[in-house]
């Protein structure tokens, strides 16, 4: 029997700040191509789980382990540097707050992180911009500062910084949460199209609609563990916990 | 007021700001440096470098520059420092002003926003690449006012140098006093002259800020 393997696996995360323990102890196993929508109310924990996937924000103990190679392994400080910008590398991460790099060109900020890590040419970088932004639809704004775009551009070069860097997966902390209502669905639209190229994506998330259109499966948390998780057919139309029914139930009169 | 006296002293008086500017561009520079090297102190990540910066804007803040300058003069040659009048200046006012430097620089970078540098790092970047790429041309747009007040405060903190016979701006009025008994013309003269110098480098200093902001 060969012994399997997931994608990313999450083993016995917690993460404690102070006396206060944010995640307690979560395993979590994403396959390729895998899309997974975590859910829950503000101060649960899913974006703390989500950081911890590159290590933006350090587990206090548990393993988080990427293809095969564990990310938040233990090594000496310059060592565990070039480890860690190995595997970020293969993990591309869009934030809320988008964090465009406004110094630089939409351009600009496409080609920076492969031009510095990749050593390739002005050339090389300059077609792949263009290629990143014909993807999401932008390619008339390559020479924009990131002031000049509206909230659901800004996100959508954001998305295309983060495959520039041809990553294996995608993570999705809030990306539509600061937008304009009528601006997310131009940043949905894009996302479907990644999970259609089979991306493996892991996406935080308030947008119970698009968590159930797009999603393999959903993860429902709550105080730090997770409540209830399955197929999105499973979750939001028949929840068994008690907890994950209030939190349906309020989000959907706080949507109305 | 005596104007004739003014018209014909004031070729002196040039040449003595041009003494100041001198002393105000060799001390920026130093203190530029000095500046930049406590800031990056201040924000190392290991303890020792942390708390020399610390200690060296907590030492030259706390102590009247015109104090430093004594020591690093008068006090210098018991300890075998021998510098002339002017090197003793530039030197002690350059390592003070860079200790309100250090803080102007430090202030700036770390109000850049770390939304910036997460996503720097999230792409693969090393944190050195980070500084470099990201954080470091967005802070350099928020300390050129700042450091401008600096360099302000800096021009008119030459005057101490009078005080270690540095033949700038304020000493040539001392001196001029002397033999004219004509205090108020003199200290005019020189006080307008400061004016023009900062008046001038205030300028500069905005340009320099709409320059750096524009896009």
Known sequence: ?256 | MDIDLILRVYPHFLKAAILTIELSVLTAILGLVCGSLGAAARLSRFQALHFLGAAYVSLFRGTPALIQLFLLYFGGPQIGIQLDAFEAGVIGLGVNIGAYMTETIRGAIISVHKGQTEAARTLGMSSWQAMRYVILPQAFRLMVRPLGVNINALIKGTALVAAISVVELTYTAQRYIGSTYKPFEMFLLAGALYMVIIYITGRGISWLDRKVRIQ
């Open chain 1, 1 to 256: 029997m060969t012994h399997h393997r997931p994608f990313v696996d999450i083993r016995h995360a917690q993460k404690c700040y102070g006396e206060l323990e944010v995640l307690k102890d979560i395993s979590l196993q994403v396959e390729q191509k895998q899309i997974v929508a975590i859910i829950g109310p503000s101060g649960s924990g899913k974006s703390t789980l989500l950081r911890a996937i590159n290590d933006l924000d350090p587990l206090t103990s548990g393993e988080v382990w990427l293809d095969g190679v564990q990310v938040n392994k233990l090594l000496p400080h310059t060592q565990y540097e070039k480890h860690i910008n190995q595997i970020r590398q293969q993990i591309g991460m869009v934030f809320q707050h988008f964090n465009l790099f406004p110094h630089l060109t939409v351009r600009e900020n496409i080609t920076l992180a492969p031009k510095l890590l990749k050593g390739i040419s002005d050339d090389e970088a300059n077609v792949l911009a263009e290629q990143q932004l014909e993807h999401v639809g932008l390619i008339d704004r390559i020479d924009y500062h990131p002031s000049q775009l509206s909230g659901g551009q800004k996100q959508r070069v954001a998305i295309a910084r983060a495959l520039a860097m041809k990553p294996k997966l995608m993570l999705f902390d809030e990306a539509t949460s600061a937008l304009d209502p009528e601006l997310v669905e131009e940043v949905n639209q894009v996302m479907k199209m990644l999970a259609e190229e089979a991306m493996t994506m892991i996406i935080v998330t308030h947008e119970m609609g698009f968590a159930e259109s797009v999603c393999d499966r959903v993860l429902f948390m709550d105080g730090g563990v997770v409540v209830e998780e399955g197929a999105p057919e499973v979750i939001f139309r028949n929840p068994t916990q008690e907890r994950t029914k209030n939190f349906l139930r309020k989000h959907l009169e706080g949507v109305k």
